[in-house]
């Protein structure tokens, strides 16, 4: 029996392990030195202005929303093709929310799809282009008609920290913010880099930035003027905000694992070419999206059977009684219950997305995978189809 291969593992170093007890040892465990320091890091990886750490990818994703003001009767239009809180978010905030059928070649939002969309339907308030796996969205082009028909941008970037692509002769980091409002980061144990879990918003626009962060602590505002005519201990809240704090622990491993995302990066794309080598030539598959122009960090290896439901299910299974456990990313958001009986949206709604859906698979792939497991994971797949 094959030693156990998860489909996605956290790779901690011991530098990681002394990081945090470091900070267990200091003076602060939340609310200190090591959060700044973090959103520090995520500036100067990334060269956007500001960084607001929060609890996770989720509340990052909310506190966008608030950011930005959506509410009621808003619409938002996202990729059906992500985790559910790439649409809740909208919902959160009273929003509506609608789907933009993914391009086959990059698996994200295709920008021709959500032009037609703008065209024949009322422009949205708000567009979530989500880099899928890894692949930058088509950024520059959802900006450009962003410009056009007069929507707020979030980048979903959370398969996506150490991400690039280049437009008009330049290269951006996923999270730049060079072609959207704000762009959001995950920190779970799954992704590129954990913080135990965790999450980041990113923007180039101060007033954005003091609204995240005043709504990340409960929407309390502190000032010199005010402490100065009532005392250092006065607060005051305008808005109702939320505790989305992120701790100094959490912040002191993410920092750690920032310094080694280069490692983490060049791992995951071996990974992925020892995967592509394997399996160019078989016709029976589709492999992941590969663009001119961006260079993805992979965060899943996301590969597509040809023969379908069937053999994707045969070959989930065969794998897993080898003790090699694979996932599915995603079921299309729009079949969630929640939204086919709120909007009425139907499984047959977003083509592109149902068909990748039917077919797909995510192997495993995380910076500790040995080659020999890369291996095992090539031959037994091989060997069931």
């Not at 900006?143 to 941008?153: D, E, K, N």
Request: glycine share 6%; with cysteine.
């Amino acid at each position: 029996m094959t030693k156990s291969i998860p489909y996605a593992r956290q790779w901690i170093h011991e530098e990681d392990i002394r990081a945090v007890v470091r900070t267990l040892d200091s003076s602060f465990l939340t609310t200190g030195p090591e959060i700044e320091k973090f959103e520090a890091r995520l500036c100067q990886l990334t060269g956007a202005g500001h960084a607001i750490a929060c609890t996770n990818g989720t509340a990052a994703l909310h506190l966008a929303c608030l950011a930005l003001e959506i509410s009621a009767p808003d619409l938002g239009l996202t990729s059906p093709i992500s985790f559910l809180a790439s649409a809740n978010c909208i919902e959160y905030c009273g929003g509506k929310t609608d789907f933009i059928d993914i391009n086959p070649l990059t698996l994200c939002m295709d920008p021709e799809k959500l032009e037609a969309y703008c065209l024949s339907n009322q422009p949205p308030r708000l567009v979530i282009p989500v880099d899928f796996a890894g692949m930058p969205a088509d950024l520059p082009a959802i900006r450009s008609l962003a410009q056009r028909f007069g929507f707020a941008v979030i980048e979903d970037a959370a398969h996506a920290i150490g991400s690039t692509y280049t437009f008009e002769g330049r290269t951006y980091a996923c999270g730049s913010c060079a072609h959207s409002d704000l762009a959001i980061f995950s920190f779970h144990p799954a992704k590129t880099v954990t913080a135990g879990e965790g999450g980041a918003i990113l923007t180039n626009d101060d007033d954005l930035a003091f609204r995240l962060k005043t709504l990340r602590n409960h929407g309390m505002v502190k000032n010199r003027e005010l402490n100065e005519e009532h005392g250092p201990w006065y607060y005051e809240m305008e808005t109702p905000g939320f505790n989305y704090r992120i701790t100094d622990i959490q912040c002191a491993l993410g920092v750690s694992q920032l310094s080694r995302i280069d490692e983490f990066r060049a791992r995951r794309q071996e990974i992925a070419r020892l995967y592509n080598k394997a399996f160019k030539d078989d016709d029976r598959l589709i492999l992941p999206p590969q663009e001119l122009g961006k260079t993805a960090c992979p965060h899943l290896y996301p590969i597509q059977f040809r023969g379908g439901s069937s053999v994707r299910k045969k070959v989930y299974q065969g794998l897993a009684a080898e003790n090699i456990f694979c996932q599915v990313h995603y079921i299309p958001i729009h079949f969630q219950p929640y939204y086919a009986k709120k909007y009425g949206y139907t499984k047959k709604k977003c083509y592109q997305a149902e068909t990748y859906y039917s077919r797909c698979l995510s192997l495993p792939l995380f910076p500790a995978l040995k080659d020999e497991e890369v291996q095992t994971v090539i031959d037994k797949l091989s060997a069931l189809i």
